[in-house]
């Protein structure tokens, strides 16, 4: 498969109309057309249902168009890269994130390093841990913010400097509003929506321990607070989350005792060529997140102090 053909592939299931695909792509529409039969020809399935109006992809269809805008974007970035001098620090860098709160401190190192290099560009696309690393993978991706648990020895790494603190997403109604900390008693029985990431829901039922039997999955969830906020309201359970601000005030966040704190980490492939552009920002984090750590430290000892005193 050339990847001309698959671009027009793509925006023909972007538009789901030949004829509008094809103008976009300047080229008519008998061409097109037998381009893309040509390309069911050659992978021997079919990749669109045809209608007199319209044109819908296939289960296969939809396979295809998931690894090509894959294929697509990687050509892409690399004829980005390789159009740059060596010397230039410019280009693009693609960071797959979940959503923690060390997206502040990667962000805040977004912009200061943005500062200094303006002619290199940042992607940040939003996803659970194991697609992240699917990317990372595949190439699509230079570098990814996970939380753990998660597997990093295929990968060189900073650990970021905030913990995350796994509490329960509630109802301010609810009888364990009124609680100071939640055990696995207090949940033992009720609806509960977890999140779908296995190693996560291991982490979070070993927590459970004795009353793990009594665990009541009522829904998982990979991404979204808004999405776990609306779910709560709604009744259908108790969300285990990490702490994060909070946009509903009939809602509220209890911590878990025994806690449970997750650390994070930034991290790209091991044995891979970086561009310059990868090289000066992997040094740019290490030193911006050495910088947080010294400062969270001195003012952990200050407010020791402050107590002792």
Known sequence: MELRVLEYFLTVA??????????????????????????????????????????????EGMLLQRRAQEIVNLAHKTEKELRHEEESVSGEISIGCGETQNMKPLSRGIASFSRKYPD???????????????????????????LEPVE????????????ERWQVLMRRDSDLAERERITP????????????RQSVRNLLENWFGEEAEKL??????????????V???SGIGMAMVMDFPRGN?????????????????????????????????????????????????????????????
């Open 14 to 59: 972007r538009e789901e109309n030949i004829t509008k695909a094809a103008a976009l792509l300047h080229i008519t529409q008998p061409t097109l057309s037998r381009q893309l039969m040509q390309m069911e020809e050659e992978l021997g399935v079919r990749l669109f249902h045809r209608g007199r109006h319209s044109i819908l992809l296939t289960k």
């Open 120 to 146: 290199v560009s940042f992607h940040i696309y939003t996803a659970i841990a194991d697609d992240v690393k699917e990317r990372l993978e595949n190439g699509v991706l230079d570098m990814g913010l996970l």
């Open 152 to 163: 990093i020895s295929r990968y060189h790494y900073i650990r970021m400097p905030l913990r």
């Open 185 to 196: 008693a207090d949940l033992a029985g009720r609806p509960l929506i977890l999140s779908s």
């Open 216 to 229: 009541r999955i009522a829904s998982t969830c990979n991404l979204s607070h808004y999405n776990q906020e």
């Open 231 to 233: 779910m709560v309201e």
């Open 249 to 309: 005030d009939s809602l509220c966040l209890r911590p878990l005792e025994p806690a449970i704190v997750s650390g994070c980490v930034l991290v790209y492939k091991k044995n891979q060529a970086l561009s310059a552009a990868m090289q000066r920002f992997i040094s740019h984090m290490r030193e911006e997140v050495q910088a947080v750590s010294e400062k969270t430290d001195y003012e952990q000892d200050r407010e020791r102090d402050d107590k002792e005193e």
